[in-house]
């Protein structure tokens, strides 16, 4: 059944939680999951425009094949979404691109900390580029975000300027996507299951030259040999689990986004990242200092009072 994309269902229905719980608590797992064989991927083979040319060709893959099988209905479209669509998929691919170059650059953790400013960015565009203003309260809880970032990007032991850019462009870009992708479904029937697959069709497309004139077939070959024979045979599952993971994790979330407001889903996206940063300290075992960790803290706590203040705000 089709349903649209920003229809907020009440949230007091008692099964409409249970399902939103589900639905959360499988878009973190499958989003770990997919950032530890991302970044075991990067290590060994360093080459973060196939990668996330991969991942997203895996997704247009298999819903192409859950289409022609009837396992998922195809959706109705017209030229019309296509074309909305576009600027969706471009802001899509530059920020997925640009969050894999800043992770084959630096921790995971490190990513996530600076992704976890996001909506600092989302106020920042809305109020430079879209004259919109915010009350007093969500100004000031930008200060502990990017206050706490700061923080821990000057104390990150491994700082690298190439990770800290691609995740600051990573976060402005994901920031015009959501804005044109509300946009751009606005009255549009299709689901959100299949809104990330035309999404992911439409990436892979922009984002495949590009990934060929910056690094190339012969580059990935060289690599390709060398990471299979520092990993053996298995590697070619880890490429397939990162890239399977990918398309899940995010077809999870836009199917949540389908059932939840867009601040709502901000939030779980930032608690997502908690689980992320644990998990892959614990994972890689990242050395991490003590006010480094206290910078994360204060950002991802700003996060919060920043949905708070703009909860009541609006
Ligand atoms: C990517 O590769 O696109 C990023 O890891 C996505 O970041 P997200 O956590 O904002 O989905």
């Known amino acids: 059944r089709p349903i649209k994309i920003g229809v907020e269902v009440p949230e007091e229905q008692s099964g409409q939680k249970v399902k939103i719980g589900i639905y959360f608590a499988t878009w973190w797992a499958l989003n770990v999951v997919f950032n530890i064989y991302n970044k075991k991927v990067l290590n060994a083979f360093p080459y973060p425009w196939l990668t996330s040319t991969l991942s997203l060709a895996c997704g247009s893959l298999m819903m192409l094949v859950s289409w022609v099988t009837g396992l998922a209905e195809a959706p109705k479209t017209d030229l019309d979404f296509w074309k909305t669509l576009f600027p969706v998929a471009l802001a899509h691919t530059i920020g997925h691109v640009a969050a894999t170059v800043s992770m084959s650059k630096v921790a995971v953790s490190f990513t996530h900390i600076i992704k976890s400013s996001e909506p600092a960015f989302s106020v920042l565009v809305s109020s430079l580029f879209l004259g919109e203003a915010f009350p007093l309260p969500v100004y000031l809880s930008l200060l502990p975000i990017i206050g706490g970032c700061a923080l821990a990007a000057v104390t990150e032991l491994n700082f690298n300027m190439i990770g800290f850019m691609g995740a600051m462009i990573s976060n402005l870009a ?75 994790y995010n077809q999870v979330s836009y199917m949540s986004l389908d059932q939840i407001s867009p601040l709502t889903f901000s939030v779980g996206n930032t608690m997502k990242r908690i689980s992320v940063i644990v ?21 991802i706590l700003g996060t919060f009072i920043y949905s708070q203040a703009k909860q009541s705000g609006s």
């Open 174 to 248: 994901f920031v015009f996507r959501n804005i044109f992708s509300k946009k751009g479904m606005k009255g549009k029937s299709v689901s959100g299951m299949n809104y990330y697959a035309c999404l992911s069709m439409m990436s892979l497309l922009i984002v495949t030259p590009f990934a060929i004139a910056v690094e190339g077939p012969q580059m990935w070959a060289a690599g390709w040999q060398n990471a299979v024979s520092q990993i053996g045979p298995n590697f070619v599952w880890w490429v397939v689990a990162q890239s399977v993971f990918y398309h899940l």
């Open 279 to 299: 998990a892959s300290i614990i994972i890689f075992q990242n050395p991490i200092k003590p006010v480094n960790a206290l910078g994360a803290a204060i950002a």
